[in-house]
């Protein structure tokens, strides 16, 4: 059982910069899967971006170059870096750990980042 905790979003105007940390519980953290997915109301659920145990990283097109994702295993804990937020960024934010082998998923609760214009 993987528990995640997302924390880091808010209120942030167009152009400025959020970090959003998602700690993991659990003892096989290295080798999991890490991804950031965000959901805009009335939307469906996307790929934000991806980070493998070899920190092997996947970006949505629409975040490429303005968002980063990291990892420090040491700390059991997935960081995504958000830069030059747009109004289109607005979403609440969920942490998603996936095993590369079994495939278990776990979902963190989500945190809100609402960007103004």
């Known amino acids: 059982q993987v528990q995640l905790v997302e924390s880091g979003g808010g209120l942030v105007q167009a152009g400025g910069s959020l970090r959003l940390s998602c700690v993991a519980s659990?003892?096989?953290?290295?080798?999991?899967?890490m991804g950031w997915y965000r959901q805009a109301p009335g939307k469906q659920r996307e790929l934000v971006a991806r980070?493998?145990?070899?920190?092997?990283?996947n970006y949505a097109d629409s975040v490429k170059g303005r968002l980063i994702i990291s990892r420090d295993n040491a700390k059991n804990t997935v960081y995504l870096q958000m830069n030059s937020l747009k109004p289109e960024d607005t979403a609440v934010y969920y942490c998603?750990?996936?095993?590369?082998?079994?495939?278990?998923?776990?979902w963190g609760q989500g945190t809100q980042v609402t960007v103004s214009s």
């Open positions: 659990g003892s096989i953290f290295n080798i999991m899967v």
């Open positions: 998603n750990s996936r095993h590369p082998v079994f495939g278990s998923e776990y």
């Open positions: 980070i493998n145990s070899v920190s092997s990283t």
